[in-house]
């Protein structure tokens, strides 16, 4: 799986803050936040909208928050003390403050399927980051997808998994130049249906592969006016 893009950590950089207020507003759809784009932007903008849950308000300003981080911090170490640094980005007033930054010690449902993940274990939660991080015949884009794909199914967190996922991902995809995983509005019910799947036999080829074909964003910058 070779990378779908070359850039500098800088022109990713750039990417991804023209199209910050994009990237939050798909991201919070993806887990059920019910915004348009133009209230993502008037949120994002430190403006006021009426008729949306307090809830919704925070949750979108909590992405912006940890995209901020994430396109901010220099010294990022790829480690379980981040994935649980972003949980508290992404999550703070939405669940109880003894839950952020905590895996869970509670089961959790899986919406559309019978299958349950198992409690969260710490040491295998690093060990198998570990393994990921380190798999020196990859390339970059591909790690990025495998370790998204895992952390989202062992539902680490008690919410907002997919969300410290994706952030987590994109960090590994920004600092290497490999572009920006986002998942469009007309893919989310493909890509639930194949999370479900993966969910259910654990096998994460078949995700792996379409994430990589329709959920890459970056330029092509040998044909700057090439989009993907």
């Known amino acids: 799986m070779k990378n779908k893009f070359e850039l500098t950590k800088e022109q990713n950089v750039f990417i991804a803050k023209r199209n910050i207020v994009d990237y939050i507003w798909k991201s919070a759809n ?28 925070i949750a979108i300003n909590n992405l912006k928050y940890a995209w901020q981080f994430i396109l901010e911090t220099k010294d990022f ?3 379980f003390n981040a994935l649980c640094h972003i949980h508290k980005l992404v999550a703070d007033k939405l669940v109880l403050e003894q839950e952020l930054g905590r895996i869970r010690s ?3 449902n899986i919406g559309g399927t019978k299958w349950k993940p198992l409690f969260p274990i710490e040491s295998q939660i690093k060990e198998e980051l570990e393994e990921l991080l380190n798999q020196t015949e990859k390339t970059k ?7 998204m794909l895992s952390v989202m199914r062992r539902q680490m967190f008690i ?3 997919k969300r410290v ?3 987590f991902a994109n960090k590994i995809m920004i600092d290497n130049g490999c572009g920006i ?14 999370l479900i799947k993966y ?18 964003d970056g330029i092509d910058l040998n044909n700057k006016d090439k989009e993907y």
Not at 45 to 54: A, C, Q
Not at 199 to 216: F, M
Request: aromatic share 10%.
């Open 30 to 57: 993806l887990e059920g936040i019910g915004v348009t784009y133009p209230e993502t932007q008037t949120i994002y903008d430190g403006g006021v909208v009426n008729g949306l849950t307090v809830d919704k308000i």
């Open 77 to 79: 170490e790829y480690n």
């Open 106 to 108: 509670t089961p959790v």
């Open 141 to 147: 884009t591909e790690i990025a997808i495998e370790i």
């Open 159 to 161: 919410d907002g998994n």
């Open 165 to 167: 996922a994706m952030l």
């Open 181 to 194: 995983i986002t998942i469009a509005q007309e893919n989310q019910e493909t890509f639930y249906e194949k």
């Open 199 to 216: 969910y259910e036999d654990g096998d994460g080829n078949d995700l792996k592969q379409w994430i990589y074909e329709n959920c890459i």
